[in-house]
C-alpha cells in the first residue's frame, strides 16, 4: 500500500496531504479541502436574474460533503412554482406609500383612487433583445353594478420610463358596494411567467376603507 506523507503547517490544525488535498481541523482530508468545523461565509453577490447560474449548493448531512445538484432536477409542485405578495390596510384615503411588489412588477392605489403599476428591472428588454420598449398588453375584470365587466389595455413601458409608475387602470375605485374588486392578468412578453393582480377598496367603517393589493406570481412549470 503507498504511504501517504502529510506536511502539517504551523500548530492550527492545517494539514496538507501528499496528493494535495488541504485539510482543517482533519489529519485525513478526503478533498480537495476539508474542514472539520463551521464555515461562515461574509460576502456574496446577488445572481437572482443571471441564467448561467443553473446549479444549486448542497450538503450531505451523514459525510459532510458539499457539492451541488442542477436547479431542473428539483421536482416542480404548484406551491414552489407560486409568489404570492400583498398589502392590506384600512384608511380613509389610499396610501401611496403602501406598495406591492412582486417578481418584476410594483402596484399601488395612487391618492386619486386608481391604480398604477412599474417595472423592477429592465428584464423584460434585455430577454426580447436588448429592445428600448414594448407594449405590455393585459385584460381587466372589474365588479361594476353586480356583475363583472372585462376590458383589455396596454402600457407603452420604455427603457427610461419603466421605473416611473404608469396608469394600469383609469377607472377610479368609488365608494359604495358594487365597486369594489379589481383583478388584472398579465402576461410579460418571453418572461415565462404570469401575473394576476388583485385590488380592492372595500368599506370597513363609516370613514375607513380597507385597501387590498394581492398579486400572484405563476411560474413556468418545466426550467
Do not use: H
Not at 500548530?11 to 478533498?31: C, S, Y
Not at 407594449?135 to 353594478?145: A, D, E, Q, S, T
Amino acid at each position: 500500500m503507498r504511504n501517504i506523507l502529510f506536511l502539517v503547517i504551523g500548530l492550527n490544525g492545517l494539514v496538507m496531504a501528499q496528493d494535495q488535498k488541504f485539510g482543517i481541523d482533519t489529519n485525513m482530508p478526503t478533498r480537495k479541502l476539508d474542514i472539520n468545523g463551521d464555515v461562515r461565509i461574509s460576502t456574496t453577490n446577488d445572481v437572482t436574474n443571471n441564467a448561467s447560474y443553473d446549479r444549486i449548493v448542497t450538503g450531505n448531512n451523514a459525510t459532510g460533503n458539499i457539492d451541488y445538484i442542477n436547479i431542473s432536477a428539483i421536482a416542480q409542485t404548484e406551491t414552489n412554482n407560486v409568489e404570492v405578495k400583498r398589502i392590506v390596510y384600512n384608511s380613509s384615503l389610499p396610501d401611496e406609500s403602501k406598495e406591492c411588489s412582486c417578481g418584476d412588477i410594483t402596484f399601488r392605489i395612487n391618492n386619486l383612487d386608481t391604480a398604477e403599476i412599474k417595472l423592477n428591472s429592465l428584464t423584460t428588454f434585455v430577454t426580447n433583445g436588448n429592445i428600448s420598449n414594448f407594449n405590455l398588453g393585459y385584460g381587466i375584470k372589474r365588479w361594476i353594478n353586480n356583475s363583472y365587466n372585462f376590458v383589455n389595455r396596454t402600457i407603452a413601458f420604455t427603457d427610461l420610463n419603466y421605473s416611473t409608475y404608469q396608469s394600469l387602470d383609469p377607472a377610479i375605485f368609488t365608494t359604495g358596494p358594487n365597486y369594489t374588486v379589481r383583478i388584472y392578468t398579465i402576461v410579460p412578453p418571453k418572461q415565462n411567467n404570469l401575473y394576476r393582480l388583485t385590488l380592492s377598496r372595500i368599506s370597513n367603517t363609516s370613514t375607513n376603507f380597507t385597501y387590498g393589493l394581492i398579486c400572484e406570481k405563476f411560474y413556468i412549470q418545466t426550467l
